[in-house]
């Protein structure tokens, strides 16, 4: 009997959990042994982080990793500490080493506030100075916000590229609802601050998107490369010098990927570690697939491209390890839903050739779900999406929304 | 595309005025486009854009503010200063590059 063949996956994540749960069910297992490694046990439905601060409890968006797994899959709890890729050996912080036939990096992006100066090193950090890309943020965040009936507000990009792209936007939105609701609306100043030089990178999204932002007395203050945040005068201030006073800032930090992926030579500058964009197999190493936030592919990072890619990925792998040619071509599909506040969302669905359009989705005319425009209808499928996310996307069930994106139901704009 | 001719040299570009073609740049080319910016191509700038193309020739992608430093060892205060303004975005159109938009 030939010994059993290794599938090593970094990250129990969105990317980590499917591909190990459509894999087990794929491979044979008196053949393979899956093994997923993470630092910790806590799975975290992180489109929730958007919500903690307005009416989400935070313990709703946690559940317990090693449940999300189906059985045949061996979970390891461990830091990472680095990938060895000429011995197939991943060296974990406590100092054990497991060996590989193949390996999966599904390790995800982290925020990095210590790259700005005066943001997680300043003294208005979890005061004035806010994230929600983490639990933890997200949970601080509720309280300052709880508190906050007058002043101004900053919603800042640091840097591109960031997790969920539309995130801050849709911060935007949902803070200009609540504070309507609470009556004090016309006691707040929201400022939209970003690097881009609109509300979106794509023109049509951009010119839908900066729409709604001026439709709810939202400021945009564009092109803006933040230098350093000022915690004496309350101030961020960018290269060019135009400065920005505060009451509350609520950032998103630099987006880089795990340290050990930088300290293995396998990222990039950021973090990310370099892909063929349509196969998300390693530039150097045939034995290395990287899933989700992890990788450098030129789209969103966002669960939805973790689902579609991991869809597409499944064969791939099975193809790789017989030395077949891999079958499938990933496109870059994204589908977000953006909240929009007032109860409702616009929805946009795009890939690495076609920006997001306007028209329906998924049906031509029929829809129900309108593409850069809100609905309520999409707003509940946002809400939907949860229990979606826990009990047919991280098993692995099979969604019926192609993981190629479609151009049904699109608009072209014209010439 | 659309196709643009400057002082003889004609190039493809994209709606918004980016080159397409990375065959059609020149450093000749670059300084008769920052021209029409109102910007003198000094030694140091040229630096920049060299490296631009240098890096992106591997990446396949234009360099972010944060990779000019980190990377390329240019301090971005200094970039601020020889493309005032928006540099990443100046850069980029000057070295013939897409758009600077980190993803979507």
């Known amino acids: 009997m030939r010994d059993m063949e290794k599938l090593l996956i970094l990250g129990a994540g969105t990317a980590g959990t499917m591909a190990a749960n459509h894999l087990r069910a794929t491979l044979d297992q008196d053949a393979w042994s899956i093994t997923v490694v993470d630092q910790d046990t806590q799975h975290r439905y992180q489109p929730g982080y958007l919500f903690i601060p307005f009416w989400m409890k935070p313990e709703r968006v946690v559940k317990d990793r090693r449940e999300l797994l189906h059985d045949g899959v061996d979970f390891v709890e461990a830091a990472i500490a680095r990938v060895h890729r000429e011995q197939r050996e991943v060296e974990l912080v406590d100092g054990r080493r497991l060996s590989y036939d193949w390996l999966v990096i599904a390790s995800g992006t982290r925020p990095d506030p210590t790259l700005v100066d005066g943001m997680a090193d300043g003294a208005l950090w979890r005061d004035k100075v806010h994230e929600f890309y983490t639990y933890e943020g997200s949970v601080a965040l509720k309280e300052a916000l709880a508190g906050f009936t007058a002043g101004r507000i900053l919603v800042h990009i640091t840097e591109m590229p960031i997790k969920c792209p539309v995130a801050p936007l849709e911060f935007a939105f949902l803070v200009e609802d609540h504070f309507r609701k609470k009556g004090v609306r016309h006691k707040v100043d929201i400022t939209y601050v970003t690097p881009l030089d609109g509300a979106f990178t794509k023109p049509v999204a951009s010119a839908e998107l900066g729409g709604l932002l001026k439709d709810r007395s939202i400021r945009l203050a564009a092109d803006f490369a933040v230098e350093r945040i000022d915690n004496e005068q309350h101030r961020l201030v960018a290269y060019d010098g135009r400065e920005l006073p505060f009451d509350l800032l609520v950032t998103v930090p630099p987006n880089v990927g795990q340290q050990f992926v930088t300290d293995s030579g396998l990222g990039n500058d950021a973090g990310f570690v370099p892909v063929d964009k349509h196969t998300l197999r390693s530039v150097v190493d045939e034995r290395i697939f990287v899933l989700g936030d992890a990788s450098d592919i030129p789209t969103s990072k966002a669960g939805s491209v973790a689902h579609f890619a991991t869809e597409e990925f499944v064969d791939n792998f099975v193809a790789a390890t017989q030395g077949r040619p891999l079958p499938n071509s990933f496109d870059g599909h994204a589908n977000c839903f953006v909240e929009s506040g007032r109860g409702q969302a616009m929805l946009l669905d795009f890939n690495y050739d076609t920006e997001p359009l306007k028209g329906t989705f998924p049906v031509p005319v029929a829809g129900p779900m309108t593409l850069l425009k809100p609905s309520r209808v999409n707003h509940l499928g946002k809400l939907a999406f949860e229990q979606i996310y826990w009990k047919m996307l991280l098993p692995g069930r099979r969604l019926p929304v192609s993981s190629h994106m479609s151009m049904a139901g699109k608009r072209r704009p014209k010439e | ?104």
């Not at chain 2, 397409?20 to 040229?46: N, Q």
């Not at chain 2, 990779?67 to 060892?73: A, D, E, F, K």
């Not at chain 2, 240019?74 to 990443?88: M, N, R, V, W």
């Open chain 2, 1 to 104: 595309m659309p196709t643009n001719t400057l002082n003889g040299r004609t190039f493809e570009v994209d709606t918004e005025g980016f080159l397409t073609r990375r065959e059609d740049w020149s450093e000749d080319l670059a300084t008769d486009l920052a021209a029409l910016i109102d910007l003198e191509l000094s030694e140091d700038h040229l630096a920049t854009l060299r490296f631009m193309r240098e890096d992106s020739a591997t990446t396949g992608v234009t360099p972010t503010l944060r990779r000019m430093q980190t990377v390329g060892g240019f301090d971005i205060k200094t970039l601020f200063a020889l493309y005032p303004g928006k540099p990443a975005k100046k850069m980029a159109w000057l070295s013939g590059l897409p758009k600077p938009v980190g993803c979507v």
